[in-house]
């Protein structure tokens, strides 16, 4: 149930800088999901694009979808402190099946 | 409040015992599922379970178990305690077709010694 991938593994940034993370999945999905985990903590559902969607919004939040590409990109802007924690994306298949990445660890630098 | 809790929290345990991790929800979701949670972070599907129909990831040992009284409960029994046990156990429900993704517990970390 491991088949995504995201890169980066890991990404430091600046307070105030934004931060893209990026998803490819390798077959035909319903939805492409992403969470959030702080440390020692569960996951939280942040949103979910469907495979007919090229674009959504949440927020700060700003999640791209290619089918062609089976990729997805989350942007986070304007990052903050609060935002320090490890993103997952997750890819619904058709038999509803959650694939997960291995997730990046994000970490805001104040 | 609306969510998905698990207990305990922490379990300690040494090799050989049989534990169980309880997990409960009243968001009204048909599915359940366990996931471990290995120290690299990787999530990895143990079960899913509805009212219909429960899916086991045949890479899972037979030393666990779920077991669900009712729709809102999924427990996690696990039989002769091995050292490779020891990870995060998360539990977690969705509901088909809403859009809403997963709800997740808060985590179990199972340390066994």
């Known amino acids: 149930s491991q088949q995504g991938e995201e890169d980066p593994q890991a990404l430091s940034i600046q307070e105030g800088e934004n931060a893209t993370m990026n998803c490819s999945y390798k077959?035909?999905?319903?939805?492409l999901q992403w969470y959030r985990q702080n440390s020692g903590r569960g996951l939280v559902h942040l949103i979910l694009?469907?495979?007919n969607e090229r674009e959504k919004h949440s927020g700060r939040l700003r999640v791209t979808l290619d089918t062609s590409k089976k990729s997805s990109s989350l942007l986070i802007t304007a990052s903050r402190a609060a935002d320090t924690a490890s993103y997952f994306c997750a890819t619904e298949e058709s038999n509803y099946q959650l694939i997960w990445g291995a997730g990046t660890k994000l970490i805001i630098k104040p | 409040d609306t969510a998905v809790s698990q207990t305990p929290k922490y379990l300690v345990t040494q090799m050989g015992n049989d534990k169980s991790i309880k997990c409960e929800q009243n968001l009204g979701h048909d599915t359940m599922y366990w996931y471990k949670q290995d120290s690299k972070k990787f999530l990895k599907i143990m079960f899913s379970y509805n009212n219909k129909e429960l899916i086991i990831n045949e890479t899972v040992p037979n030393r666990f178990s779920p077991k669900s009284p009712d729709k809102a409960h999924l427990n996690l029994h696990i039989n002769s305690l091995e050292l490779g046990d020891s990870a995060v156990y998360f539990c977690?429900?969705?509901?088909?077709?809403?859009?809403?993704?997963?709800?997740f517990g808060s985590g179990t970390r199972l340390t066994v010694v």
């Open positions: 077959t035909s999905i319903n939805n």
């Open positions: 977690a429900s969705s509901q088909a077709g809403t859009g809403s993704g997963y709800t």
């Open positions: 694009i469907r495979s």
